[in-house]
Structure formats: C-alpha cells, structure tokens
C-alpha cells in the first residue's frame, strides 16, 4: 500500500475553479482521479501515466479539467475550471494499478486501483 494525501477542495461556486493535490511516497504507472456522491458508484474523472504525458478524461470533465503531475515531489494535480453544481462530489486520489499496462484502456475504471486517499469534498453552488 502507497498513503495517498489530498489536499484542496473546499466550496465555489459555479463558474469558478478549484485545485487539488494528491501526495504520494512512491507512484508508478497509473494514477488518476475519482468522484463520488451518496448514493452513486464512484466515478473516473482523470488519468495519467507516471513520468508520461498522456493524459485521459471522462467526457464530462474535458476541457475543464486539467490533471498534471510533479514527478520529483510523487504529486498528483487535478486543475478544475468552469465548475458546475453537478461536480459536487467526494473526489479521491487512487494509485497502485498493478495490473493496468500503458495501453490499457481500464484506466478510470475503480476496480483497477488499490490504494486509494481519504479523499476531499468539493462543493460547486449554483
């Protein structure tokens, strides 16, 4: 297991923008960001590959966020821009995707990542 840190969050409303942070001791492969409301499965926000530039979305956050990495300080970025009220969410950090090669495309799927941060509520009012 790899301890996951996130930082940011917090309440905006809606047409603003919120950055979060995600430390790690040690990253490699695949690591990305999840959301997830009461109620509702946990949802792949964005992906991307340690030391790689490739970074992937789900199609209801492209163009608004931008996830980014800092590989000398293991940090993981997830810039959001344009926020909407249906971005209310708990978001998550998630690493360790042991199984998930490069070309996979399971990469925003939950179930293919084992360690997971405590994760950090991000509020968007309309």
């Known amino acids: 297991q790899v301890p996951l840190v996130e930082s940011g969050g917090g309440s905006v409303q809606a047409g603003g923008s919120l950055g979060l942070s995600c430390a790690a001791s040690?990253?490699?492969?695949?690591t990305a960001w999840f959301r997830q409301t009461p109620g509702k499965e946990r949802e792949g926000v964005a992906a991307i590959y340690t030391g790689m530039s490739g970074q992937f979305y789900a199609d209801s956050v492209k163009g608004r966020f931008t996830v980014s990495q800092d590989n000398a300080k293991n940090t993981l970025y997830l810039q959001m821009t344009n926020l909407k009220p249906e971005d209310t969410a708990m978001y998550y950090c998630?690493?360790?995707?042991?199984?998930?090669?490069?070309?996979?495309?399971?990469?925003?799927?939950?179930?293919?990542?084992?360690?997971w941060g405590q994760g950090t509520q991000v509020t968007v009012s309309s």
């Open positions: 998630a690493a360790c995707a042991w199984g998930l090669a490069y070309v996979d495309s399971r990469r925003l799927v939950p179930s293919m990542y084992n360690c």
């Open positions: 040690y990253r490699r492969g695949w």
